[in-house]
Protein backbone atom coordinates (compact mmCIF):
# COMPACT_ATOMS: atom_id res chain seq x y z
CA UNK A 1 0.00 0.00 0.00
CA UNK A 2 1.52 3.75 -0.94
CA UNK A 3 0.45 6.34 0.94
CA UNK A 4 0.82 9.70 -0.24
CA UNK A 5 1.39 11.36 3.12
CA UNK A 6 3.87 9.81 6.32
CA UNK A 7 1.96 10.99 8.78
CA UNK A 8 -1.04 8.65 7.43
CA UNK A 9 1.14 6.01 6.66
CA UNK A 10 2.62 6.36 10.08
CA UNK A 11 -1.24 6.58 11.91
CA UNK A 12 -2.48 3.78 9.65
CA UNK A 13 0.86 1.77 10.83
CA UNK A 14 0.46 2.07 14.37
CA UNK A 15 -3.37 1.46 14.25
CA UNK A 16 -2.96 -1.98 12.39
CA UNK A 17 -0.65 -3.16 14.81
CA UNK A 18 -4.08 -3.72 17.13
CA UNK A 19 -5.35 -7.45 16.90
CA UNK A 20 -7.28 -7.96 14.51
CA UNK A 21 -7.12 -4.80 12.66
CA UNK A 22 -5.35 -5.04 9.27
CA UNK A 23 -3.94 -2.55 6.79
CA UNK A 24 -6.87 -1.52 5.19
CA UNK A 25 -9.24 -1.31 8.52
CA UNK A 26 -6.72 0.86 9.79
CA UNK A 27 -6.77 3.57 6.70
CA UNK A 28 -10.75 3.50 6.90
CA UNK A 29 -10.14 4.06 10.62
CA UNK A 30 -8.30 6.88 10.40
CA UNK A 31 -9.70 8.11 7.37
CA UNK A 32 -12.60 8.78 9.10
CA UNK A 33 -11.01 10.53 11.96
CA UNK A 34 -9.97 12.63 8.89
CA UNK A 35 -13.47 13.45 8.44
CA UNK A 36 -14.52 13.99 11.71
CA UNK A 37 -13.63 17.36 13.40
CA UNK A 38 -10.41 17.17 15.64
CA UNK A 39 -12.00 17.33 19.12
CA UNK A 40 -12.76 13.54 18.67
CA UNK A 41 -9.22 12.03 17.42
CA UNK A 42 -8.52 14.41 20.52
CA UNK A 43 -10.70 12.65 23.00
CA UNK A 44 -9.95 9.58 21.65
CA UNK A 45 -5.95 9.75 22.23
CA UNK A 46 -6.57 11.45 25.33
CA UNK A 47 -8.76 8.42 26.71
CA UNK A 48 -6.59 5.76 25.54
CA UNK A 49 -2.92 7.72 26.99
CA UNK A 50 -4.84 8.48 30.36
CA UNK A 51 -6.10 4.72 30.87
CA UNK A 52 -2.68 3.24 29.79
CA UNK A 53 -0.84 5.51 31.96
CA UNK A 54 -2.95 5.99 35.03
CA UNK A 55 -5.37 2.51 35.47
CA UNK A 56 -4.49 0.37 38.37
CA UNK A 57 -4.66 -3.49 38.63
CA UNK A 58 -6.85 -4.14 42.30
CA UNK A 59 -3.95 -5.20 44.61
CA UNK A 60 -6.29 -8.56 45.86
CA UNK A 61 -7.95 -9.49 43.31
CA UNK A 62 -5.51 -7.80 40.36
CA UNK A 63 -8.89 -6.53 38.30
CA UNK A 64 -8.55 -3.33 36.69
CA UNK A 65 -9.77 -0.35 39.11
CA UNK A 66 -9.45 3.41 39.33
CA UNK A 67 -8.58 2.82 42.92
CA UNK A 68 -5.94 0.09 45.00
CA UNK A 69 -8.94 -1.96 45.66
CA UNK A 70 -11.25 -2.73 43.25
CA UNK A 71 -15.01 -2.29 44.05
CA UNK A 72 -15.78 -5.92 44.28
CA UNK A 73 -12.85 -6.69 46.63
CA UNK A 74 -14.21 -3.50 48.61
CA UNK A 75 -17.76 -4.31 48.88
CA UNK A 76 -18.21 -6.05 52.56
CA UNK A 77 -21.47 -7.30 51.02
CA UNK A 78 -19.52 -10.12 49.24
CA UNK A 79 -18.42 -13.42 50.69
CA UNK A 80 -14.65 -13.62 50.67
CA UNK A 81 -14.39 -16.90 51.56
CA UNK A 82 -15.68 -17.93 47.66
CA UNK A 83 -12.95 -16.98 45.22
CA UNK A 84 -13.85 -17.63 41.34
CA UNK A 85 -10.35 -17.83 39.44
CA UNK A 86 -10.33 -16.82 35.92
CA UNK A 87 -8.03 -15.55 33.03
CA UNK A 88 -8.74 -11.94 32.13
CA UNK A 89 -11.56 -9.19 33.76
CA UNK A 90 -13.46 -9.91 30.35
CA UNK A 91 -14.52 -13.48 32.03
CA UNK A 92 -15.14 -11.32 35.59
CA UNK A 93 -17.82 -8.92 33.54
CA UNK A 94 -19.48 -11.67 32.12
CA UNK A 95 -19.98 -13.73 35.83
CA UNK A 96 -21.15 -10.57 37.53
CA UNK A 97 -23.55 -10.06 33.98
CA UNK A 98 -25.75 -13.09 35.49
CA UNK A 99 -25.70 -11.83 38.67
CA UNK A 100 -25.08 -15.36 39.98
CA UNK A 101 -21.78 -15.24 41.77
CA UNK A 102 -21.70 -13.20 45.13
CA UNK A 103 -18.36 -14.12 46.52
CA UNK A 104 -14.88 -12.65 45.38
CA UNK A 105 -12.70 -12.92 42.23
CA UNK A 106 -9.12 -13.85 41.20
CA UNK A 107 -8.03 -12.54 37.68
CA UNK A 108 -5.13 -15.11 36.55
CA UNK A 109 -4.28 -12.97 33.59
CA UNK A 110 -3.70 -15.55 30.97
CA UNK A 111 -3.56 -19.34 31.45
CA UNK A 112 -0.38 -21.69 31.38
CA UNK A 113 0.57 -21.94 27.78
CA UNK A 114 4.19 -23.78 26.94
CA UNK A 115 3.62 -22.54 23.40
CA UNK A 116 3.37 -19.28 23.92
CA UNK A 117 5.68 -19.28 26.44
CA UNK A 118 3.88 -18.08 29.67
CA UNK A 119 4.35 -20.14 32.35
CA UNK A 120 3.15 -20.55 35.85
CA UNK A 121 5.42 -17.46 36.76
CA UNK A 122 4.33 -15.38 34.22
CA UNK A 123 0.75 -15.09 36.16
CA UNK A 124 -1.12 -14.01 39.05
CA UNK A 125 -0.99 -17.67 40.62
CA UNK A 126 1.80 -17.28 43.63
CA UNK A 127 -0.91 -14.44 44.96
CA UNK A 128 -3.53 -16.63 44.90
CA UNK A 129 -1.94 -19.87 46.76
CA UNK A 130 -1.15 -17.02 49.67
CA UNK A 131 -5.05 -16.22 49.98
CA UNK A 132 -5.45 -20.04 50.43
CA UNK A 133 -2.27 -20.20 52.67
CA UNK A 134 -3.54 -17.99 54.93
CA UNK A 135 -6.63 -19.79 55.70
CA UNK A 136 -9.38 -17.63 54.85
CA UNK A 137 -10.70 -19.17 51.73
CA UNK A 138 -13.35 -22.09 51.68
CA UNK A 139 -13.71 -22.51 48.61
CA UNK A 140 -11.97 -21.89 45.07
CA UNK A 141 -14.15 -22.18 41.84
CA UNK A 142 -12.28 -22.54 38.39
CA UNK A 143 -13.82 -21.21 35.78
CA UNK A 144 -11.30 -20.72 33.05
CA UNK A 145 -12.00 -22.10 29.32
CA UNK A 146 -11.87 -25.71 28.94
CA UNK A 147 -9.21 -25.93 26.56
CA UNK A 148 -5.98 -27.94 26.92
CA UNK A 149 -3.77 -24.48 28.85
CA UNK A 150 -7.43 -23.97 30.68
CA UNK A 151 -6.80 -27.49 32.47
CA UNK A 152 -3.45 -27.53 33.00
CA UNK A 153 -3.48 -24.10 34.60
CA UNK A 154 -6.43 -25.78 36.94
CA UNK A 155 -4.21 -28.84 37.52
CA UNK A 156 -1.25 -26.95 38.44
CA UNK A 157 -3.37 -24.63 40.93
CA UNK A 158 -4.81 -27.83 42.45
CA UNK A 159 -1.57 -29.16 43.06
CA UNK A 160 -0.41 -26.06 45.03
CA UNK A 161 -3.17 -25.75 47.46
CA UNK A 162 -4.11 -29.40 48.00
CA UNK A 163 -2.39 -29.85 50.82
CA UNK A 164 -4.71 -26.94 52.38
CA UNK A 165 -8.17 -27.04 53.93
CA UNK A 166 -10.08 -25.59 50.87
CA UNK A 167 -12.59 -27.17 48.98
CA UNK A 168 -12.02 -26.67 44.95
CA UNK A 169 -14.91 -27.26 41.62
CA UNK A 170 -15.57 -25.97 38.62
CA UNK A 171 -17.95 -24.21 36.81
CA UNK A 172 -20.44 -27.25 35.21
CA UNK A 173 -19.61 -28.06 31.69
CA UNK A 174 -22.57 -29.02 29.77
CA UNK A 175 -25.22 -28.63 27.01
CA UNK A 176 -26.06 -25.07 26.87
CA UNK A 177 -29.44 -23.89 27.50
CA UNK A 178 -31.38 -23.77 24.70
CA UNK A 179 -29.79 -26.11 22.52
CA UNK A 180 -31.08 -29.17 21.06
CA UNK A 181 -28.97 -32.07 21.75
CA UNK A 182 -28.52 -33.84 18.11
CA UNK A 183 -26.23 -30.81 17.78
CA UNK A 184 -23.90 -31.20 20.70
CA UNK A 185 -20.59 -32.87 20.26
CA UNK A 186 -19.44 -35.97 21.59
CA UNK A 187 -17.53 -34.98 24.43
CA UNK A 188 -19.50 -32.22 26.04
CA UNK A 189 -23.04 -34.60 25.88
CA UNK A 190 -20.72 -37.48 27.02
CA UNK A 191 -19.10 -35.22 30.18
CA UNK A 192 -23.22 -34.43 31.03
CA UNK A 193 -23.99 -37.31 30.94
CA UNK A 194 -21.07 -38.30 33.75
CA UNK A 195 -21.67 -35.05 35.74
CA UNK A 196 -25.53 -35.65 35.61
CA UNK A 197 -27.25 -33.62 38.53
CA UNK A 198 -30.01 -34.11 40.68
CA UNK A 199 -33.05 -33.01 38.95
CA UNK A 200 -34.35 -30.44 41.35
CA UNK A 201 -31.10 -28.63 41.06
CA UNK A 202 -32.08 -27.96 37.56
CA UNK A 203 -35.63 -26.03 38.68
CA UNK A 204 -33.64 -23.59 41.21
CA UNK A 205 -32.67 -20.97 38.19
CA UNK B 1 -21.50 -3.62 30.32
CA UNK B 2 -20.19 -2.98 33.54
CA UNK B 3 -16.80 -1.51 34.22
CA UNK B 4 -14.85 -2.00 37.67
CA UNK B 5 -13.08 1.63 36.25
CA UNK B 6 -13.74 4.62 34.64
CA UNK B 7 -10.40 5.25 33.28
CA UNK B 8 -11.74 1.71 30.88
CA UNK B 9 -15.08 2.70 30.16
CA UNK B 10 -13.66 6.11 29.08
CA UNK B 11 -11.70 4.32 26.61
CA UNK B 12 -13.63 1.31 25.16
CA UNK B 13 -16.79 4.41 25.00
CA UNK B 14 -14.17 6.50 22.56
CA UNK B 15 -12.88 3.40 20.80
CA UNK B 16 -15.92 2.53 19.85
CA UNK B 17 -17.00 5.40 18.67
CA UNK B 18 -14.66 4.21 15.23
CA UNK B 19 -16.91 2.74 12.41
CA UNK B 20 -17.35 -1.08 12.59
CA UNK B 21 -16.20 -1.23 15.89
CA UNK B 22 -18.28 -2.55 18.71
CA UNK B 23 -18.52 -2.08 22.23
CA UNK B 24 -16.70 -5.64 22.42
CA UNK B 25 -14.35 -5.21 20.40
CA UNK B 26 -13.09 -1.78 21.78
CA UNK B 27 -12.68 -3.72 24.92
CA UNK B 28 -10.67 -6.19 23.42
CA UNK B 29 -8.16 -3.95 21.68
CA UNK B 30 -7.92 -1.96 24.77
CA UNK B 31 -6.98 -4.76 27.07
CA UNK B 32 -4.69 -6.19 24.77
CA UNK B 33 -2.99 -1.87 25.09
CA UNK B 34 -2.89 -2.43 28.61
CA UNK B 35 -0.82 -6.03 28.39
CA UNK B 36 1.69 -4.07 26.01
CA UNK B 37 4.18 -2.01 27.44
CA UNK B 38 3.07 1.96 27.65
CA UNK B 39 5.47 3.22 24.70
CA UNK B 40 3.17 0.97 22.32
CA UNK B 41 -0.10 3.66 23.45
CA UNK B 42 2.27 6.52 23.38
CA UNK B 43 3.30 5.49 19.85
CA UNK B 44 -0.43 5.12 18.45
CA UNK B 45 -1.75 8.24 20.40
CA UNK B 46 0.74 10.53 19.21
CA UNK B 47 0.87 8.71 15.49
CA UNK B 48 -3.29 9.52 15.75
CA UNK B 49 -2.84 13.23 17.08
CA UNK B 50 -0.15 14.21 14.61
CA UNK B 51 -1.69 12.89 11.89
CA UNK B 52 -5.30 14.61 12.58
CA UNK B 53 -2.97 18.09 13.63
CA UNK B 54 -0.57 18.20 11.16
CA UNK B 55 -1.97 16.31 7.48
CA UNK B 56 -2.60 18.68 4.82
CA UNK B 57 -4.67 18.24 1.69
CA UNK B 58 -3.34 19.31 -1.52
CA UNK B 59 -4.18 22.49 -2.72
CA UNK B 60 -4.57 21.52 -6.49
CA UNK B 61 -6.39 18.08 -6.42
CA UNK B 62 -7.34 17.52 -2.58
CA UNK B 63 -5.54 14.34 -1.97
CA UNK B 64 -4.17 13.79 1.79
CA UNK B 65 -0.60 15.46 1.73
CA UNK B 66 2.70 16.49 4.02
CA UNK B 67 3.19 19.33 1.63
CA UNK B 68 0.72 22.08 -0.32
CA UNK B 69 1.25 19.98 -3.58
CA UNK B 70 1.05 16.22 -3.16
CA UNK B 71 3.57 14.34 -5.17
CA UNK B 72 1.25 13.31 -8.32
CA UNK B 73 0.07 16.67 -8.58
CA UNK B 74 3.95 17.86 -8.45
CA UNK B 75 5.55 15.27 -10.83
CA UNK B 76 6.33 16.89 -14.17
CA UNK B 77 6.14 13.00 -15.49
CA UNK B 78 2.15 12.98 -15.32
CA UNK B 79 -0.16 14.49 -17.59
CA UNK B 80 -2.02 17.23 -16.45
CA UNK B 81 -4.33 17.36 -19.08
CA UNK B 82 -6.32 14.15 -17.78
CA UNK B 83 -8.29 14.81 -14.58
CA UNK B 84 -9.81 11.17 -12.92
CA UNK B 85 -12.61 12.42 -10.31
CA UNK B 86 -13.05 10.10 -7.79
CA UNK B 87 -14.40 9.87 -4.09
CA UNK B 88 -12.00 9.84 -1.93
CA UNK B 89 -8.13 9.25 -1.44
CA UNK B 90 -8.30 5.76 -1.05
CA UNK B 91 -9.63 5.14 -4.78
CA UNK B 92 -6.40 7.39 -5.51
CA UNK B 93 -4.35 4.71 -3.71
CA UNK B 94 -6.30 1.63 -5.49
CA UNK B 95 -5.94 3.72 -8.91
CA UNK B 96 -2.22 4.10 -8.31
CA UNK B 97 -1.80 0.88 -7.34
CA UNK B 98 -2.78 -0.23 -10.51
CA UNK B 99 -0.08 1.90 -12.63
CA UNK B 100 -2.27 2.11 -15.28
CA UNK B 101 -3.21 6.20 -15.17
CA UNK B 102 -1.01 8.84 -15.28
CA UNK B 103 -3.01 11.79 -15.38
CA UNK B 104 -3.79 13.71 -12.51
CA UNK B 105 -6.54 13.48 -9.79
CA UNK B 106 -9.30 15.11 -8.50
CA UNK B 107 -10.93 14.34 -4.99
CA UNK B 108 -14.24 15.32 -3.97
CA UNK B 109 -14.39 13.91 -0.68
CA UNK B 110 -17.64 12.48 -1.00
CA UNK B 111 -20.56 11.78 -3.28
CA UNK B 112 -23.89 13.82 -3.80
CA UNK B 113 -26.58 11.91 -1.52
CA UNK B 114 -29.26 14.03 -0.41
CA UNK B 115 -30.11 11.00 2.60
CA UNK B 116 -26.94 11.75 4.03
CA UNK B 117 -27.50 15.28 4.04
CA UNK B 118 -24.78 16.12 1.65
CA UNK B 119 -24.75 18.44 -1.41
CA UNK B 120 -22.49 19.50 -4.22
CA UNK B 121 -21.74 22.53 -2.39
CA UNK B 122 -20.08 20.31 0.20
CA UNK B 123 -18.14 18.58 -1.96
CA UNK B 124 -15.22 19.79 -3.94
CA UNK B 125 -16.51 20.25 -7.03
CA UNK B 126 -16.71 24.37 -7.49
CA UNK B 127 -12.36 23.67 -7.84
CA UNK B 128 -12.62 20.78 -10.16
CA UNK B 129 -14.77 23.17 -12.71
CA UNK B 130 -13.07 25.84 -12.38
CA UNK B 131 -10.32 23.87 -13.31
CA UNK B 132 -12.07 23.26 -16.58
CA UNK B 133 -12.86 26.57 -17.00
CA UNK B 134 -9.06 27.39 -17.06
CA UNK B 135 -9.32 25.30 -20.42
CA UNK B 136 -5.87 22.97 -19.05
CA UNK B 137 -8.12 19.81 -18.94
CA UNK B 138 -8.73 17.96 -22.15
CA UNK B 139 -10.24 14.83 -20.80
CA UNK B 140 -11.58 14.13 -16.91
CA UNK B 141 -12.65 10.37 -16.20
CA UNK B 142 -15.55 9.82 -13.56
CA UNK B 143 -13.89 7.08 -11.45
CA UNK B 144 -17.01 7.05 -9.19
CA UNK B 145 -19.10 4.29 -7.43
CA UNK B 146 -21.63 2.86 -9.67
CA UNK B 147 -24.52 4.24 -7.41
CA UNK B 148 -27.23 6.17 -8.01
CA UNK B 149 -25.00 8.62 -5.68
CA UNK B 150 -21.89 8.20 -8.00
CA UNK B 151 -24.06 8.51 -11.42
CA UNK B 152 -25.98 11.97 -9.93
CA UNK B 153 -22.75 13.41 -8.92
CA UNK B 154 -21.40 12.12 -12.48
CA UNK B 155 -24.42 14.23 -13.80
CA UNK B 156 -24.34 17.18 -11.55
CA UNK B 157 -20.78 17.46 -13.29
CA UNK B 158 -21.34 16.89 -16.44
CA UNK B 159 -23.85 19.58 -16.31
CA UNK B 160 -21.42 22.19 -15.27
CA UNK B 161 -18.71 21.73 -17.71
CA UNK B 162 -20.84 20.84 -20.33
CA UNK B 163 -20.60 23.68 -22.17
CA UNK B 164 -16.42 24.15 -21.79
CA UNK B 165 -14.10 22.05 -24.50
CA UNK B 166 -13.49 18.82 -22.25
CA UNK B 167 -14.20 15.14 -23.36
CA UNK B 168 -15.93 13.27 -20.41
CA UNK B 169 -15.60 9.54 -19.62
CA UNK B 170 -16.43 7.25 -17.40
CA UNK B 171 -14.46 4.12 -16.21
CA UNK B 172 -15.84 0.62 -17.90
CA UNK B 173 -18.69 -1.32 -16.10
CA UNK B 174 -18.56 -4.75 -17.03
CA UNK B 175 -17.83 -8.51 -16.08
CA UNK B 176 -15.43 -8.81 -13.73
CA UNK B 177 -11.61 -10.28 -14.96
CA UNK B 178 -12.09 -13.97 -13.83
CA UNK B 179 -15.74 -14.14 -13.24
CA UNK B 180 -18.45 -16.61 -14.45
CA UNK B 181 -21.28 -15.40 -16.57
CA UNK B 182 -23.49 -16.93 -15.47
CA UNK B 183 -23.40 -15.55 -11.96
CA UNK B 184 -23.01 -11.85 -12.97
CA UNK B 185 -25.96 -9.47 -11.95
CA UNK B 186 -28.31 -8.76 -15.47
CA UNK B 187 -27.59 -5.08 -15.42
CA UNK B 188 -23.97 -5.47 -15.36
CA UNK B 189 -24.35 -8.18 -17.98
CA UNK B 190 -26.68 -5.78 -19.93
CA UNK B 191 -24.45 -3.18 -19.99
CA UNK B 192 -21.19 -5.09 -20.95
CA UNK B 193 -22.74 -5.83 -23.95
CA UNK B 194 -24.64 -2.68 -25.22
CA UNK B 195 -20.55 -0.90 -24.32
CA UNK B 196 -18.81 -3.89 -25.78
CA UNK B 197 -15.65 -3.22 -27.61
CA UNK B 198 -13.28 -3.79 -30.22
CA UNK B 199 -11.81 -7.38 -29.42
CA UNK B 200 -8.63 -5.91 -30.46
CA UNK B 201 -8.64 -3.90 -27.73
CA UNK B 202 -9.26 -6.55 -24.60
CA UNK B 203 -5.62 -7.99 -25.81
CA UNK B 204 -4.24 -4.86 -24.68
CA UNK B 205 -3.96 -5.84 -21.12
Redesign the interface.
Same mark, same amino acid.
Given at each position: ????? /???E??V???S?????GKR?A? !???????RQP?E???????????? !???? /?F =?KSCN??? %?VEL =???CSNPNRNEEIICVVE %?? !?D??AI??TSSFKGLYHVLGGKISPMDGIGPHDLNIETLVNKVKEGKVKELIFALSSTMEGDTTNFYIYRQIQDYNVFTSTIARGISVGDELEYADEITLGRSIVNRIPFENSLKI
Amino acid at each position: MEFSS /KLLENAVNEMSQLPGIGKRTAL !RLVLHMLRQPKEHTNALTEALSTM !RHQV /KF =CKSCNNIS %DVEL =CEICSNPNRNEEIICVVE %DI !RDVMAIENTSSFKGLYHVLGGKISPMDGIGPHDLNIETLVNKVKEGKVKELIFALSSTMEGDTTNFYIYRQIQDYNVFTSTIARGISVGDELEYADEITLGRSIVNRIPFENSLKI
